[in-house]
């Protein structure tokens, strides 16, 4: 036999980008190929140049850098609430996990003690390091390896797929940067977060740092602030404009701040920041220059959810009749906000409301309005609305320390996360129209995720603490502008005062851009992306005339090509699809039939059923039996 008929004889499928995607991919594999092996062995190549399921969650993170969401909220594995056919592997939560690794909350830090009885145990609500997701995405990656079926092979590439080439017998050659070609029957595209090319501005700041830096050699611009470790380059007490309020903005700070041997104390009741003389001066701004709104302490457990009286999948059902597109403000919006008032009410009178019955007070209204628009009219200055924010951060660490259930502005607020999946069958697929898809995407999104998808309310603690330590400030009001100063070699934050020609300007040394670019095909820097665009195996999705970022890809997640034929052997999930697709990097929750779970679960159970047609034709034609025993 040739070393053709061998590889032939084998189903290979490649998994391009093994973050939490593409690990979802290889649990549905392992866990339909344990249970019902196919005629020919298969070959899984994993393509990743980095470690392996850990995506960007590596395991040498410090500390002071967290998760945004519960421990016990997170998990890779199915169970009986996921909608979905195929077998399920048991395992744990990531709180479980942690526990039973022998991981212990000692003060600030988590530490793997074994037997050891110090500190506290890891609590289900926890937000614990981002280095223990990490270890426990290559825990699972691990455990899938050694639990394979013997007729499944799963091999490793720690390299970087830069070109897939369509082959003429319909299957797909994946090209590896040391130009390697690995030809496969099926290939899924769980690439996750890239970089975009620089923007027009960006580059403008880059060749303003470039004429300037001998004038002020502390001038720098940093037009993304991950890898975090970057950041060591900035010297104590330089002046930083931080561009962001949102997660990203919170490493930003614990970073340049506890990351310096800086140190946070309770004292009376109060945290208080210690500096340790290495900090920069923070400048915080952005389009609202708003914090993010800390989470509520969570009280629904790990699987527990508020379940919609008037926003439910049948009443979106009913208004997308005959495939219709939506107008979102007009249609659904009105609808999601008496939803946000009746768990407002629950929560404030503690007793069951019945749904037909409800209406909401001028209260109500009122109080949501203001989740969504707390600015008053106008600031006379800089210094009246940072003393606005102080007290913003205030009275919502109130609200967060009440809870996700009992306090009405929380369990408002997370109505928004625990009901994603029915904005999702409003949005998916081009579901509202053009012009609301992009009113939804660019002003209320941005809104959304300030109220319900913020920092543990430990990260806003902090940040209140710094700012009454002088270290952070707030550099911006609502609207400022940014602009570099050839003759001071110093970057601006201007924010005009209304009413008058004056102007508030703060100066910073360096830029940090506190953010994760979004998903633009046409200007993603990835080799691979370039060359599928350029081969016409993919373009970017478009609502009518409004592009809201990923890639077309049909129902059944097939990338669409140029001439708008889906690739049959080809899936992309994740990140990629961010457009089509609505919100697709939360990860999977336990309990909650998660979206992602199963959306990995009907691909590879489509792949899997197809391969299982094709060895029985073969075995048909060859006259012997398909299944022989």
């Known amino acids: 036999m040739t070393i053709r008929d061998t590889v032939n004889a084998l189903t290979q499928i490649a998994i391009v980008g093994l973050g939490p995607r593409g690990l979802s991919v290889l649990e549905r594999i392992v866990a339909h190929l344990r249970a019902a092996p196919l005629v020919r062995p298969a070959v899984v190549h994993v393509i990743d140049p ?123 050659r994946v090209v590896l940067d040391s130009g390697f070609p690995l030809d496969c029957d099926w290939v899924f595209l769980t690439i996750g977060h890239g970089s975009n090319r620089p923007s027009a501005e960006e580059r403008e700041f880059v060749e303003f740092v ?29 002046r930083v404009a931080v561009q962001g309020l949102g997660l990203s903005a919170h490493d930003v700070i614990a970073e340049l701040t506890v990351g310096r041997n800086g140190e946070f104390s309770e004292e009376d009741g109060r945290l208080v920041y210690h500096t340790s003389g290495r900090e920069p001066k923070l400048l915080l701004f952005s389009r609202q220059s708003l914090p993010f709104a800390a989470r509520g302490v969570n009280q629904k457990g790990p699987s527990g959810q508020y379940k919609a009286a008037f926003l439910t999948d049948e009443v979106v059902a009913s208004l997308e009749g005959g495939g219709r ?166 970057f601006e934050i201007v924010s005009s005062r209304p009413g008058c020609s004056d102007a508030d300007i703060e100066p910073a040394d360096v830029l940090v851009k506190a953010r994760i670019d979004h998903f633009w095909p046409e200007e993603d820097d990835s080799p691979l992306v370039r060359s599928l665009l350029a081969r016409g195996l993919v373009r970017p999705y478009r609502n009518g005339s409004y592009h809201p970022g990923g890639i077309e890809i049909d129902r059944d997640y097939h990338p669409v090509d140029g001439s708008g034929c889906g690739l049959g052997r080809v899936f992309a999930l994740g990140n990629l699809t961010e457009g089509p697709n609505f919100y697709t990097y939360v990860l999977p929750r336990p309990g909650v039939n998660s979206r992602f779970l199963r959306d990995s679960d009907r ?27």
């Open 50 to 172: 980095k470690e392996h399921g850990l995506g960007t969650h590596h395991v040498r993170q410090p500390d002071h850098l967290l998760i945004n969401t519960v421990a016990s909220q997170i998990t890779m594995f199915a169970d009986a609430s996921v909608a979905m056919d195929g077998p399920l592997i048991e395992g744990p939560d990531l709180a479980s996990w942690a526990r039973a690794q022998g991981y212990r909350r000692v003060g600030s830090r988590f530490l793997r003690l074994g037997t050891v009885e110090a500190g506290e145990p890891i609590d289900d609500n926890d937000y614990v390091p981002r280095r223990l997701l990490g270890e426990y995405l290559a825990w699972v990656c691990d455990g899938l390896v050694r639990s394979a079926p013997p007729s499944l092979s799963i091999r490793f590439h720690r390299q970087l797929a830069v070109d897939i080439e369509p082959r003429p017998d319909g299957r797909s």
């Open 210 to 238: 470039k004429r300037n830096e001998a004038r002020n050699p502390h001038l720098a611009f940093f037009r993304s602030c991950y890898p975090l470790a970057d950041l060591e380059a900035i010297a104590p007490a330089t």
């Open 325 to 490: 597109q939506l107008d979102f403000m007009e249609e659904v919006w009105p609808i999601l906000k008496k939803e946000m008032a009746f768990a407002y009410r629950i929560a404030a009178t503690g007793v069951a409301v019945e749904p037909a019955a409800f209406v909401p007070t001028a209260e109500e209204r009122t109080a949501i309005d203001r989740l969504f628009q707390p600015l008053p009219e106008g600031f006379a200055d800089l210094g009246t609305f940072r003393d606005f924010v102080r007290r913003f951060l205030a009275e919502d660490l109130s609200a967060a320390a009440g809870g996700n259930v009992s306090n009405p502005l929380k369990a408002a607020s997370d109505v928004l996360r625990d009901i994603r999946d029915t904005l999702r069958l409003c949005v998916d697929w081009g579901g509202l129209t053009p012009q609301s898809h992009r009113d939804f995407m660019e002003q209320l999104v941005p809104v959304m995720n300030r109220i319900a998808v913020g920092p543990p309310l430990r990260r806003n603690r902090e940040l209140a603490a710094l700012m009454d330590a002088g270290v952070v400030v707030v550099g911006g009001a609502p609207g400022a502008r940014l602009r570099a100063n050839e003759r001071d070699a110093r």
């Open 603 to 629: 691909c590879v159970a489509q792949t899997l059923a197809a391969v299982r047609v094709s060895d029985a034709a073969r075995a048909t034609k060859r006259g012997t039996d398909p299944c022989p025993t």
